[in-house]
């Protein structure tokens, strides 16, 4: 027996198509909307509308030609493919509405793991800004007190995209917290985290870090880089841009790598900027930016505070990629004051 919800589904669709056959009024066609709902809650599949449909018509004329009558088995097959299609797309779309509600989960389990405070120093002020280009990021910085007098900054970027890359990149995280705390120096981290990286990601994969160390009392920054981007230096005494370059394999790719630090000291409104590819690797119409290019647009904001600095670059280059990041963005701006 049929369903009492199906039975009444038929019943309307009936007092619909009888109607309709009699006075061809389009607000009867109306209501097909209402009772096309009711026909998906039910499952009501197509292939039963199209012979629901011929047997009303039937009933309707007696005398109705062979070829009409005829022509409902090609719609029928029609009908039978279409709905198989259709409740494999609704099987689909319920997957992906699951998929997305997970990783939005994954996503704010990621923003809580990567969350780092813009740390309060004297003598240093200090501006970052951190863009995924999709929902979770690949780039990943943090600065934490490492004793007295320092601090440590760390950015790190996964060669590889999507989930797997951002949950590689929060285990790097996770394992640089791990070790920070102890005043390790750059080479000592990069060493360290390196052997973490070779034995837990990807053999496709791997991850490039610039790790610091700022000396608060002596103005001292120290650093080393695992294949990142070079760095910018800008002196306020003589008004100029030099790079801040340190040499290094990326993480992972050899366990026995070792990783030479660099020091630079640091002058009074000098400034530190260390920042991902999706910052140097920002497409214009004539293709990747220029070096160059690119110190011109922090030269031209140079004298603001750095937290308003690093956004107001952020809020340029995505303009000219007409707002459409490539890659994750990061960049960060240490300004002894």
Do not use: W
């Not at 060669?159 to 929060?170: D, R, T, V, W």
């Amino acid at each position: 027996m049929e369903d009492r919800e199906i039975k009444e589904f038929k019943e309307k669709y009936r007092d619909i198509m009888l109607k309709y056959l009699e006075h061809q009024d389009e607000e009867i066609l109306y209501s097909c909307e209402r009772l096309t709902r009711e026909a998906m809650e039910n499952r009501v599949a197509p292939e039963e509308v199209v012979n629901l449909h011929r047997s009303i018509l039937e009933e309707y004329d007696a005398d109705l030609p062979e070829y009409v009558s005829s022509s409902f088995d090609v719609l029928l097959e029609m009908m039978v493919g279409y709905g198989l299609a259709h409740m494999e797309h609704l099987s689909l779309r319920t997957e992906q509405i699951a998929l997305r509600r997970e990783i939005a989960q994954a996503e704010d389990m990621q923003k809580t793991m990567m969350k780092s405070d813009i740390p309060m120093v004297k003598g240093l002020e200090v501006g970052a800004v951190s863009v995924p280009m999709r929902q979770m990021s690949g780039d990943f910085y943090s600065f934490t007190n490492e004793g007295e007098n320092k601090i440590s900054v760390t950015l790190a970027d996964v060669i590889g995209k999507g989930i797997p890359a951002a949950f590689s990149m929060s285990m790097l995280k996770y394992a640089a917290d791990s070790y920070g705390g102890d005043t390790k120096t750059p080479s000592e981290m990069l060493q360290n985290l390196n052997a973490v990286a070779e034995t837990n990601i990807a053999d496709n994969m791997f991850i490039t870090m610039f790790y610091g160390l700022y000396d608060t009392a002596h103005h001292l920054f120290e650093f080393a880089s695992a294949g990142h981007e070079v760095g910018l230096y800008f002196s306020a005494k003589t008004r100029q841009f030099t790079d801040l370059y340190a040499r290094g394999l990326p993480l992972g790719i050899d366990r026995d790598a070792t990783y030479r630090a660099f020091e630079k000291e640091v002058e009074l409104d000098d400034m530190i900027f260390i920042m991902s590819d999706g910052v140097t690797e920002t497409r214009t119409v004539d293709g990747f930016i220029e070096r160059e290019d690119l110190i011109a647009v922090f030269e031209e904001r140079i004298d603001l505070p750095p937290q308003r600095l690093v956004k107001e670059v952020y809020d340029h280059l995505c303009k000219v990629q007409d707002y459409e990041l490539r890659d994750d963005f990061t960049l960060i701006c240490l300004k002894r004051v």
